[in-house]
């Protein structure tokens, strides 16, 4: 693989990246976590930036809304370092000039993670809060929670939220994953990882299973050797600086891989394909502060090689689009205040 790297622009403490489609055309996301702006690029080379809002920035997740052309669910006002006491979630909207109409979905303190899933025919909000309150930094007495409810496409129906699970300390990582055929929500925290399933027909309650039982901060969910099983990518524990694999062994998820160079504060796991072959993204803060990538090298025994995709930059999050010419990393660099994306060729 070869990869060319695009500065899109500066933006302090960058954190959240995602993509919509908007009347066809593919708009690049990127939100700071601090005060300030989240940004849209377009254009053949994304060249096109304009702003989608100006404050008041602390953006955690976007996560686009189906069948809305573009419109797409956000956090805001979760400030370093946990600051998230008056953290809620907005709707934007593209509007035909171009600017977004933005305006305030629900409260929800110290929403980190978010996302919509899709049971049977209906829409659900799933929110994860990193805690309940907080009285300082390193204050996690009051664990967080998993809220969940129906979601109207139009979102202007207010929503119901119910808690489904709590006591999740330091309830931080979230992935949307394709498990045993149906569309799920792999939620993290120093209890371990809880595979969430939304109601598949009316009637039916939500599921809440544990698949792992040692602190995990982030998680991925890919097939990395194409045997047919998914593989557990974890960033263990809060924060931390074991990036791992897991492959189902005997029935249980048993390490085989972890990645060899010093790093801490890993924030990035992302698992999917590049250029067509399953690739695994990750990213650490501290230390050399690297983006890379791991591929299995071969199955018979399982071996893997790995590559650097930038270093000095403290990624914070990726999101990854597949084109037929090339793919492409979105990537928030936010130990030095830039969005940026790499094109995979």
């Not at 899109?8 to 954190?15: A, E, N, V, W």
């Not at 929800?108 to 996302?115: A, E, G, I, K, N």
Request: hydrophobic share 35%.
């Amino acid at each position: 693989m070869r990869f060319e790297k695009k500065h899109l622009t500066d933006m302090f403490r960058c954190y959240s990246t995602q993509y919509v489609t908007v009347d066809g055309e593919e708009r690049v996301l990127l939100a700071t976590e601090g005060e300030g702006q989240a940004l849209s690029f377009s254009g053949k080379d994304y060249e096109k930036m304009e702003t989608v809002w100006d404050a008041p920035g602390g953006t955690m997740s976007m996560v686009p809304i189906p069948g809305r052309n573009g419109a797409f669910l956000a956090v805001q006002n979760f400030f370093p370092t946990f600051q998230a006491e008056k953290s809620i979630v907005v709707t934007a909207v593209p509007k035909e000039d171009r600017s977004w109409e933005v305006t305030k979905f629900l409260d929800l303190p110290y929403l980190h993670r978010f996302d919509i899933l899709t049971g049977g025919d209906k829409l659900y909000f799933i929110g994860c809060t990193l805690c309940t309150s907080k009285s300082s930094k390193e204050d996690w007495s009051d664990p967080g929670k998993i809220y969940v409810g129906e979601l109207k496409v139009d979102t202007d129906t207010p929503i119901e939220l119910k808690v489904i699970a709590e006591g999740l300390v330091r309830n931080h990582g979230y992935s949307r994953v394709n498990w045993n055929g149906t569309e799920c929500g792999f939620v993290t925290s120093d209890q371990g990882v809880l595979v969430v399933t939304p109601p598949q027909k009316d009637g039916d309650d939500w599921s809440v299973e544990k698949l792992l039982d040692v602190p995990v901060s982030d998680i991925a969910v890919i097939d990395i050797d194409g045997d047919g099983e998914d593989e557990l990518v974890t960033i263990e524990a809060f924060h931390g600086g074991n990036f791992l694999i897991r492959k189902k062994i005997d029935g249980e998820y048993k390490i085989v891989f972890k990645y060899h160079k010093p790093m801490d504060f890993g924030h990035v796991v992302w698992g999917g394909k590049l250029r067509g072959v399953p690739t695994i993204i990750g990213g650490y803060r501290r230390e050399a502060k690297e983006l890379f990538w791991i591929q299995a090298d071969q199955n018979e025994p399982l071996t893997f090689r790995t590559g650097t995709i930038d270093e000095g930059t403290g990624p914070s999050n990726v999101a990854v689009i597949n084109h037929e010419d090339r793919d492409i990393i979105i990537a928030a660099n936010r130990e030095i205040g830039e969005a940026a994306l790499y094109f995979v060729y």
